[in-house]
């Protein structure tokens, strides 16, 4: 089993940035990657970024892609969400995730573990 629990979420301005991190716990050893996505109400969650375990490939939505940046320190087993540039679409639910299995990263069923999730909200 793998525990996840995110942290730094918040209200910011449009234009802001904030940090999300999510620490990961048992059996991190085996994961192929770790994930964010974001849920608004009535929305199914999307894929936001995720990084694999091995060799620290890095995917992004294009939606975030040249604002938002996925890291990971794996001597502490937290991977960051560093998000810049911030706008009220950005609002959401943020949730951290992590897989065992290898595929498509994108794919929100393919995880096995979720954390309890973070709200950002971007106001305008």
């Known amino acids: 089993q793998v525990q996840l629990v995110e942290s730094g979420g918040g209200l910011v301005q449009a234009g802001g940035s904030l940090r999300l991190s999510c620490a990961a716990s048992?059996?991190?050893?085996?994961?192929?990657?770790m994930g964010w996505f974001r849920q608004v109400p009535g929305k199914e969650n999307d894929f936001v970024a995720a990084?694999?375990?091995?060799?620290?490939?890095?995917y992004y939505a294009d939606s975030v892609k040249g604002r938002f940046t996925i890291s990971r320190d794996s001597a502490t087993n937290i991977v960051y969400l560093e998000m810049n540039s911030l706008q009220p679409e950005d609002t959401a639910v943020y949730f951290c995730a992590a897989r065992l299995g290898s595929g498509n990263v994108r794919l929100s069923p393919a995880y096995e573990f979720w954390g309890q999730g973070t709200q950002v909200t971007v106001s305008s």
């Open positions: 990084i694999t375990s091995n060799r620290n490939w890095k």
């Open positions: 048992g059996r991190t050893s085996n994961l192929y990657a």
